[in-house]
């Protein structure tokens, strides 16, 4: 009977050993996953943070705070925004590593680079 109980009971720890591992390494999982989303401000006549450095899947996204039109545009032309308002927005995800040099078409001297880097 009270080695049944044992039995029992070292089963039960067991199981919730397992649970607390799965959890962990789920935790671990998420932890290292790219963030959903990183944000650039235009301001000033600048991008705000000029130079960002991110993991391969994540979506940046541009937010223009002048009251001046400005562009998103990549110096290789594989992405482009149009002409955006105060308030407006525009987002682009970067799945593979490299380096992405964009400046604002209206003001050329305003120019920023996305790092895409497995970390
Ligand atoms: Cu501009």
Not at 35 to 53: H, L, M, Q
Not at 63 to 76: G, I, K, L, M
Not at 80 to 108: I, N, R, W
Request: one cysteine or more.
């Amino acid at each position: 009977m009270v080695s049944t109980i044992d039995s029992a009971g070292r089963r039960l720890g067991v199981a919730a050993m397992f649970v607390v591992l799965a959890a962990a390494g789920a935790y671990r999982h998420a932890a290292a996953a790219p963030p959903a989303a990183v944000r650039v401000e235009i301001t000033k006549f600048a991008f705000a943070p000029k130079e960002i450095t991110v993991p391969p899947g994540t979506h940046v996204i541009w937010t223009n705070r002048d009251e001046t039109p400005h562009t998103v545009s990549s110096n290789d032309k594989s992405f482009a925004s149009k002409g955006m308002d105060t308030d407006d927005t525009f987002e682009q995800t970067f799945a593979q590593e490299g380096d992405y040099p964009y400046l604002c078409t209206v003001h050329p001297f305003m120019t920023g680079v996305v790092h895409v880097r497995k970390q």
